[in-house]
């Protein structure tokens, strides 16, 4: 088992030999840490879920008639106290029971019976990159997982069966998470700068564009229409494509190194840069016009609702609005925040932090 967990952490470019017996752990922090923004959705409306009700932390959270899920829920949890499970989805499907899904350091992904615990089937996957996490969605009431793995293979999964019903091998290494467009596409970004949408019917690559840039952010982000992705090329450039054919809509350039994926609220996207000593936050508007730049001291996290982006500072948090990047409130709390999570409700937004719930009126 050493032997195992050493080989997957040298696979993440950080070996840890001459380390103590708690090395799993150590991996397992270290997976979340990479992943827990991945594992958050960035779009405000993901239709393909219709039907479905996610679990997270044990508190349900049901889908409106509409389709649409809160921007603020983490339908995916990860494990850090757990050296072996570093990702779990539950899953209440429109008709059946619900199944557990977890993904181990071991690449094995598995189903279990959300009140026996039986396992229902288990699939051992290729390597799959700390960045990246399955993609679990919906289409005609039927239950799919999506997998990029880190040698530059997609996989779709009956969700329920743990069938594989097609893989498609792409040009190079997929650290990125796929991305489902509009029930029909799923998109995938590769360190080589190729960009591809396949079918989610065969996995026939619909399209590909060569950005001619390395792939740097932790993923591609799909705004809550699914018309147009958005990728940080080379560090630094910001890309707008269209969802479904691959276009390039536009490119800006910003200074420094991104340190993120692109945050997407109010309609603005906002990328996160280290420039020296300095933190940027760019705000382009849908048409890749500079809405706002922001400067600040170093920052520890941040994290988004729509309207709304919360920067940690140490034990300070500043809350800003996403629209103009406007500082509209301040918290002083005791000690720093290992996480904080935005959400909104009853016309007060709240600050959910290890410390406890903060709460401002919006305005």
């Known amino acids: 088992m050493e032997r195992e967990l050493t080989a997957f952490a040298e696979s993440l470019r950080n070996p840890l030999r001459g380390e103590s017996a708690e090395i799993g752990a150590s991996i397992a922090n270290k997976v979340y ?18 039907g479905c009700l996610f679990l997270s932390g044990g508190m349900g959270l049901m889908l409106s008639s509409n389709g649409s899920l809160p921007a603020d829920a983490a339908v995916e949890t990860v494990s850090p106290e757990n050296s072996e499970i570093i990702w779990e989805k539950q899953v209440k499907p429109a008709t059946g029971d619900g199944f557990n899904l977890t993904l181990d350091l071991q690449d094995t992904l598995r189903a279990s019976h959300q009140r026996s615990g039986r396992i229902l089937w288990a699939q051992h996957m290729p390597e799959i990159a700390a960045t990246s996490a399955p993609l679990v969605f919906t289409e005609h009431q039927k239950v799919f997982i999506s997998i990029a793995s880190a040698q530059g293979a997609v996989y779709l ?3 329920v069966t743990g069938q594989v019903l097609w893989m498609q091998n792409l040009s190079d290494r997929v650290d990125v998470s796929p991305l489902q467009i509009k029930n029909s596409v799923i998109a995938v970004a590769c360190t080589d700068g190729k960009i591809y ?3 989610v019917a065969d996995g026939h690559i619909d399209y590909m564009i060569q950005t001619d840039s390395e ?10 229409r699914g018309e147009h992705i958005y990728a940080i090329a080379d560090k630094k450039r ?5 969802a479904m054919t691959g276009d390039l809509q536009w490119r800006r350039e910003t200074s420094g190194v991104a340190t993120n994926s692109p945050i997407l609220s109010a309609n603005k996207i906002i990328t996160p840069t ?16 500079l809405s706002w730049m922001n400067t600040f001291n170093r920052y520890n996290t941040l994290a988004s609702t729509e309207g709304y982006i919360a920067i940690v500072q ?5 809350l800003l609005k996403a629209e103009t990047g406007e500082a509209i409130h301040y918290w002083q709390l005791g000690k720093t925040p290992a996480d904080i999570e935005l959400m909104t409700e009853n016309g007060m937004l709240i600050v959910r ?6 709460t401002s009126a919006l305005n």
């Open 197 to 199: 949408g396949m079918s």
């Open 33 to 50: 840490n990479e992943r827990k923004l991945s594992l958050v959705p960035r779009v405000a409306a993901l239709p393909a879920l219709v």
């Open 353 to 358: 932090t290890d410390q406890g719930n903060l």
């Open 157 to 159: 999964l009956n969700g």
């Open 238 to 242: 910001v890309l707008a494509l269209n």
């Open 215 to 224: 792939i740097t952010a932790l993923e591609p982000v799909a705004d809550g």
């Open 314 to 318: 140490g034990p300070v948090i500043t």
């Open 274 to 289: 280290v420039d020296g000593g300095s933190f940027k936050l760019w705000a382009f508007d849908i048409a890749g016009n």
